[in-house]
C-alpha cells in the first residue's frame, strides 16, 4: 500500500495485497458482512456498496449471491476501473451499476435493501460530513434494512490506540520487506487519516437513523458495526 493513501491507479492495482498487510482478516471480514446480510435481506437484494473500488463486494457477494444487484459508489475512477474490470473477469457485471462521486451526491430513484461502507469513513475529514454519509445512505435504505460500517477507528490520544497501532506496524514487518523506518513513515499517514472513538462512531449511528446497533469485528485499527435502519 502507497504511503500518500491516494486512490490512483498504481495504489487500485496493488489495493488486493496492500489490504490484506494493511488488515490481515480482511477475507473473514468480508465472510461475516456477507452472512450478515444473507441473514436480513430478501433473495433478490438491491444492495448499495459505498466505496465500491477495488471491486471485492462484487466479486465476493455477486458469485456467492446469484440473485443480488449492486450499485457501487466512489470517489476514484481508477479504483471502480478496477472494480468494473474484476467484476467482469468474474462473470457479475451484469448486476452491477457503478457511479463515480459522492455517496451524498448521487440521486437513485430506487430504495436499497442493504448497504456496506467499508473502509471508507476513516478518510472523510469532518465529523459533520461523515454524519452526512451516514444520513445519505439510511435514506437511502428501505425500513429495517441491514447496513456494515467498517472503518479505522480510536482515540489517538489513549495508550490503548498506541497499542493497536504498534501491533498494526509489527505485523507490516513480519509480512513484508519493508523497513522500520518504511512502516514509522506509514504511521505518520494513518495518523493523518479521520480517526474516531467507538463511542462517537456508535453516537452517529444513532444520530442518522440507525439502530439495532452492535460491535462485530476488531482488528488492530479497525472496527465493525452492523446495525438496522428504523422500521
Ligand atoms: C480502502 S478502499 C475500500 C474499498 C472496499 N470497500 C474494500 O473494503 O475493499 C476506500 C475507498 O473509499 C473511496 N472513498 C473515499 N472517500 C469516499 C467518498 N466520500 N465516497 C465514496 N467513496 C469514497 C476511495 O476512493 C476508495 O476506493
Known sequence: MKNDLEFDMEMAREYDKGIRRALPTYDALFRMVQSFLRAHVKDTANVLIVGAG????????GTANPTWT????????????????????????????????????????????????????HFIETMEEKRSLLRTVKELLQ??????????????????FDERMNLWKSIWLDLTNLTKEDVEEMEK??????????????ELLEQTGFERIATFFSTTLF?????HTSK
Open 54 to 61: 477495488g471491486g471485492n463486494e462484487f466479486v465476493k457477494f
Open 70 to 121: 449492486f450499485a457501487g459508489v466512489d470517489t476514484s475512477e481508477a479504483m471502480l476501473e478496477v472494480a468494473l474490470q474484476k467484476a467482469k473477469n468474474e462473470g457479475v457485471h451484469e448486476r452491477v451499476s457503478i457511479h463515480t462521486g459522492k455517496i451524498e451526491q448521487m440521486q437513485f430513484n430506487e430504495k436499497f435493501d442493504g448497504a456496506t461502507c467499508l473502509l471508507v469513513l
Open 143 to 160: 425500513p429495517g434494512s441491514p447496513f456494515v460500517l467498517v472503518t479505522m477507528y480510536g482515540d489517538q490520544s489513549k495508550s490503548e
Open 189 to 202: 499517514s494513518v495518523r493523518g487519516l479521520s480517526f474516531i472513538s467507538a463511542i462517537e462512531i456508535e
Open 223 to 227: 472496527g465493525g458495526w452492523i446495525a
